[in-house]
């Protein structure tokens, strides 16, 4: 077994602001485990399951400008107060995630239809009870 953690931040090279207001952390920020025999547990925030697993695959080498990533892994491929594991049998990599609430509103697609909330309502501090992992519209 060993352990692991990851912290990376983001910041504007020309003024030295952070990316995300009020977030020192925003990229990623995970502690968790790893066996070569079990895979890999990891806890906080970290990139999707999905965008883990389409990364490879992108051929713009993720310049937003020109490639779909936000359509294809979504608007939050980074998500809060997540639980990931990940492991490796032979040549297929299996990667799993929930997360317990990231508070992303999806603007409607059409006049008719409604604002989607995914990835759960967000962190209600004192209020666990109200994190949920997806919220029915």
Do not use: C
Request: glycine share 12%.
């Amino acid at each position: 077994m060993k352990s692991l953690f990851v912290l990376e931040s983001g910041f504007q090279a020309d003024t030295g602001a952070l990316e995300m207001n009020n977030t020192l952390f925003d990229r990623q920020a995970y502690v968790g485990l790893r066996s070569n025999n079990f895979g890999q547990l990891t806890f906080g925030r970290q990139y999707t399951s999905l965008f883990l697993g389409l990364a490879n695959f992108m051929p713009a080498a993720y310049s937003v400008q020109y490639e779909p990533i936000g359509v294809v892994a979504g608007q939050n491929f980074r998500e809060n107060n997540t639980v990931q594991y990940a492991a490796v049998a032979g040549p297929v990599t299996a990667i799993a995630h929930w997360s317990f609430g990231v508070g992303v509103t999806l603007p409607p697609t059409s006049p008719f239809s409604q604002q989607v909330m995914v990835g759960g309502n967000g962190e209600v501090p004192g209020r666990a009870r109200l994190i949920r992992g997806m919220v029915r519209h």
